[in-house]
């Protein structure tokens, strides 16, 4: 069968739902924890937004989950099953996307070959068959269908992605990973560069994805206005540990900046 965002739904129904656990993960650089045992438990339909300052240990902790880093210890469950991701193609298969500032899609390659890359289809003749000729009207048929649905413009499908804006790559990758049933879209700062309009558009396609798929998304972010505005917890990391967990709706900025910067272990 052909795999879209049919079961997404299924996941909606319990929304409080554990679709990724993290457990005592710990990453050392030399002398330095950058990660100190963090313990995290992740639900569907959710955005978690995780502040910290700078070298708090943010990207660290991310990219063991992503695959980008290798973890010292702990371990990682994803829709309970105990995973190890060794790099973030991997990962992407297990259903755990992640965009960066620098976004794993590629330059020179249009949406289409992006949404489909490593998991292109072939022909359903005997071209296909025997030569693997690739199917890429129904593939260009799939992505345009997806972009129409979550509402993402883009003037040219077929035009590599490198020309688009630095949100509508980040788009297209959320996009994709929506396609393909992704379970977790990992964002780190995700509307760093980006012009006012763009930093809008890609936080309400966020929203929008969390609300019809149940996706959940962990967002790093240094702008408290955009973790106040979509996030619905509030993960403060400090020194490479994690020193809070809150709704946002049960918190303010205030509590939440002397999180970040130690003033209520005083
Ligand atoms: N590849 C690396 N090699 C050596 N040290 C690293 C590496 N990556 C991170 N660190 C160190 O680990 C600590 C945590 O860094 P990390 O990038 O995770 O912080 P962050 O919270 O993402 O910060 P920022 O908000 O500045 O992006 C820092 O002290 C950093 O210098
Ligand atoms: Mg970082």
């Known amino acids: 069968m052909e795999q879209t965002y049919a079961n997404v739904k299924d996941r909606e129904k319990d929304a ?19 990660v100190d045992n963090v313990s995290l438990d992740f639900y569907t339909n959710e955005i978690v937004g995780i502040v910290g300052d700078n070298g708090a240990g943010k990207s660290t902790l991310i990219k063991m989950i992503s695959g980008a880093y290798e973890r010292d210890s702990g371990d990682i469950y994803l829709d ?3 995973i190890n991701v060794e790099n973030t193609t991997e990962a992407i298969k297990l259903g755990i996307e992640t965009v960066y500032q620098n976004n794993t899609l590629v330059d020179h390659l249009d949406a289409p070959k992006n949404f489909f890359l490593g998991r292109e289809r072939v022909t359903n003749n005997i071209l ?3 030569f693997g000729f690739l199917d890429m009207k129904s593939m260009r048929q799939d992505t345009l269908k997806t972009l129409q649905n979550l ?15 630095g949100g509508q790559q980040q ?3 959320v996009g994709r990973a929506a396609y393909w049933k992704g379970k977790v879209i990992i964002l780190d700062e995700p509307a760093n560069n980006l012009g006012v309009q763009e930093q809008r558009k890609v936080l309400q396609l966020v929203q929008s994805i969390r609300d019809e ?8 972010s240094h702008n408290l206005e955009h973790v106040f505005g979509i996030a619905d917890r509030i993960v403060v990391m400090r020194g490479g540990k994690v020193v809070g967990v809150k709704k946002t709706a049960e918190t303010s900025r205030n509590e939440i900046v002397s999180m970040i910067t130690g003033a209520l272990d005083i």
């Open 16 to 34: 409080r739902q554990v679709i990724l656990r993290v457990v005592n993960l710990s990453k050392n650089f030399g002398g330095i924890k950058a």
């Open 151 to 165: 509402k993402i413009e883009l003037k040219n499908i077929n035009a590599p992605v490198k020309l688009l804006s």
């Open 80 to 82: 309970g099953q105990h």
């Open 213 to 220: 798929y149940g996706i959940t998304f962990i967002m790093i």
């Open 128 to 130: 296909g068959r025997l």
């Open 171 to 173: 788009s297209v990758v």
